[in-house]
C-alpha cells in the first residue's frame, strides 16, 4: 500500500462499516481545525453569518458526506460552516477551504484556478506545496500530519495560526514562533509524542536553527525544552525551508506544545 493509499484510509476512502466511520471521525476535526486557525479578509466573509465554506473537490462521495454529518449546525467564529462536494474545479473559487483530491501531481490544473483568490488549498500528494498548494497531508506514525506552505498562504492574504477561540477538550496541539528576519516557504507542525500525552507532558522547546544560504536547515540546536518535546520539534524543524538568502543565517524558533 503506498503513503497516499493510507491516508485515504486515515481519512475515510471508504466508509462502509460502522468502525470505519467512527475512525474516520476522529480524523475530520482536522479540517474544522484547518478553518478554525485561518483568518480571511473581510471580503471574503463580509457579515457575521457569511457562510463558511468547506470544499471537497474530487474522490467519492463517502468523505463529503462524513463530513457534511460532523460538521452539522457548527460554525467558526459565528459564520456557519457548509460542506460542499464538487466536481468541477470552476466551483473552488467560491470555497474558503478546498481539500483537492487529486495524485501523482495532478493538482496544478485545480490550484491555478485558485489564483488571486482568498481560498486555503489542502491536498495529500508530494508535490502539492511545490505546486503552490498551501496545506498537505501526510501519514506518519498511524496519524496524520500536516505541512505549511507559509508564503503561499500570506500571498492568498490569509493569517494562519492560533486565534483566541477555545480549544475542545483532549485535543494536543503544537504551536509555532519564528524569530527570525527570513522567511518561511514550508514548515511543518511537529508531531505531539504520544508518551507525553500519555503523562500529560506539555511546554515549550526553544531551538536555535542554522539556515544555509539556499534555505535548507543545516543544523538544530536545542536550547531549552524536555528531551521528550524536543526531539519532536527537531525532528520536524530540520524539514522545513526557508527562504533563500545571501549569507548562513541562525533563526530562533520556539514550540509550544499543550494538551488540553
Known amino acids: 500500500m503506498d503513503r497516499r493509499s493510507g491516508l ?6 471508504s466508509c462502509a462499516s460502522s468502525n470505519c466511520q467512527r475512525n ?12 478554525k486557525r485561518a483568518q480571511w479578509p473581510e471580503r471574503a466573509l463580509p457579515n457575521d453569518k457569511s457562510k463558511l465554506i468547506i470544499c471537497v473537490f474530487g474522490g467519492e462521495s463517502d468523505f463529503p458526506d462524513v463530513l457534511k454529518s460532523t460538521l452539522a449546525g457548527k460554525d467558526i467564529r459565528e459564520h456557519p460552516i457548509e460542506v460542499r462536494h464538487l466536481q468541477s474545479s470552476g466551483e473552488l473559487k467560491s470555497c474558503h477551504v478546498a481539500f483537492i483530491r487529486v495524485a501523482n501531481g495532478n493538482a496544478r490544473a485545480a490550484l491555478a484556478q485558485l489564483e488571486n483568490t482568498n481560498v486555503l488549498s489542502v491536498g495529500e ?13 501526510t501519514l506518519e506514525g498511524g496519524g496524520v500530519r500536516f ?13 494562519y495560526g492560533r486565534h483566541d477561540s477555545p480549544t475542545s477538550r483532549g485535543d494536543q ?14 514548515s ?10 500519555t503523562m500529560n507532558l506539555r511546554g515549550s522547546v526553544q ?10 536547515v543545516k543544523d538544530v540546536r536545542v536550547v ?19 527562504e533563500p538568502s545571501g549569507r548562513e543565517t541562525t533563526e530562533v524558533v520556539k514550540v509550544n506544545f499543550e494538551n488540553e
Open 8 to 13: 485515504r484510509g486515515a481519512i475515510c476512502r
Open 24 to 35: 474516520s471521525r476522529s480524523s475530520l476535526p482536522t479540517f474544522f481545525d484547518f478553518a
Open 125 to 137: 500528494d508530494k508535490e502539492f506545496l511545490s505546486q503552490g498548494g498551501m496545506i498537505n497531508l
Open 147 to 159: 505541512e505549511l506552505n507559509s508564503a503561499a498562504i500570506e500571498r492568498a492574504d490569509i493569517r
Open 173 to 186: 496541539e503544537t504551536s509555532l514562533h519564528n524569530k527570525t528576519v527570513r522567511a518561511l516557504k514550508i
Open 188 to 197: 511543518s507542525q511537529p508531531l505531539y509524542p504520544g508518551i507525553a500525552k
Open 207 to 216: 531551538l536555535e536553527v542554522t539556515v544555509k544560504p539556499d534555505g535548507r
Open 224 to 242: 531549552g525544552g524536555h528531551p521528550l518535546l524536543a526531539d519532536a520539534a527537531v525532528r520536524s524543524v530540520k524539514q522545513w525551508r526557508y
